[in-house]
């Protein structure tokens, strides 16, 4: 499978605007409110990029700490099941498993490795706005050295939350335009029509390996 160079921008430094501030949502009284996607945000932001300045955490530890972040603010199910589009309803459960947990892993995989190629980069916030569904989009710029500058835009990611059992969490990312999720679908489409659901299955699991390996 192949990936454009904007998806992997995203992957090695949007998780480091994984965080914002947003005021909390109304909830009953007698309810503790929720964080809401900006600030759940700021606080994810705040701890990844501790974990990428940190020069005493070897990149092995880097990787591993930067995948655990992912894992608490990401909605793997949700992401995975937008990815395969149509096709989802149609699995067995055993398939939708096992694709579940390859899709996560390979995401995370990717995140993790290229963290490598931190080189301080920030993030500036500017703006956010609830979408007619009910999700939480948040439009971020990533800013660092370009073209022997510094202070430049590297590229602009737009965040999706969505709400689930009161908590936050990230279903896809644009980044300059690109979605994650629409570039998974179309991908995984055209192997879903050319070889199924095992091939797509065999795919992911050849990198999830290539991937522990490096």
């Keep these: 499978m192949r990936w454009s160079r904007n998806i992997l921008i995203g992957f090695g430094l949007g998780l480091l605007t994984l965080c914002f501030a947003q005021p909390a949502l109304v909830r009953a009284a007698d309810a503790p409110a929720s964080p809401a996607p900006r600030a759940v945000m700021e606080k994810v932001t705040a701890d990844a990029l501790a974990v990428l300045r940190d020069g005493q955490l070897a990149l092995d530890a880097k990787r591993e700490k930067i995948k655990q ?119 995984f489409q055209e192997i879903m029509t050319d070889g199924g659901i095992d091939q797509l299955l065999k795919l992911l699991h050849d990198k999830n390996v290539a991937n522990d390996k490096q």
Excluded at 102 to 130: A, I, L, P, Q, S
């Design 69 to 187: 972040i992912a894992y608490a603010n990401i909605n793997f199910e949700v992401m995975g099941r937008l990815s395969l589009g149509r096709y989802w309803r149609d699995l067995p459960d055993d398939k939708k498993a096992q694709y579940s947990a390859e899709f996560k892993e390979h995401v995370t995989n990717t995140y993790g490795h290229t963290t490598d190629d931190y080189t301080n980069e920030n993030v500036t916030v500017d703006g956010d706005r609830r979408e007619t569904d009910g999700d939480w989009t948040v439009n971020t710029r990533i800013v660092g050295i370009k073209d022997n500058k510094p202070n430049q835009e590297i590229a602009k990611v737009e965040y999706r939350f969505r709400q689930q059992d009161g908590q936050w969490k990230i279903i896809d990312f644009t980044i300059d335009g690109v979605s994650l999720v629409a570039n998974f679908r179309s991908q």
